[in-house]
């Protein structure tokens, strides 16, 4: 059942109902009878973690982790050249 806040507009009295979809507004306040209006606010969502998507709508099942291995496996290793010396070659006299 939702929760709704009303604020009188006459004593500025606020305070919160619990009302099924099908209840009518209130319209007098409890305090001194004046007139009730709605208190419409922002709706806070916080999402914590890693994410639902994530992982609800993937159709591979495979860590991230693993693909980005592979990626870079996959990639032409560059030979470094070597510090060797050359061979001298002696001349025959």
Do not use: I, W
């Amino acid at each position: 059942m939702p929760t709704y806040q009303y604020a009188c507009s006459s004593c500025q009295h606020e305070f919160e109902v619990f009302q099924a979809f099908s209840d009518s507004s209130l319209t007098h306040c409890p305090e001194c009878n004046g007139k009730l209006n709605k208190v419409y606010s922002a709706v806070g969502v916080v999402f914590k973690g890693s994410g639902f998507y994530k992982t609800d709508s993937k159709s591979e099942s495979r860590p991230a982790s693993t693909a980005s291995k592979e990626s870079s496996s996959s990639k032409e290793k560059v030979s470094k050249p070597t510090t060797e010396s050359t061979p001298t070659v002696k001349s025959a006299d």
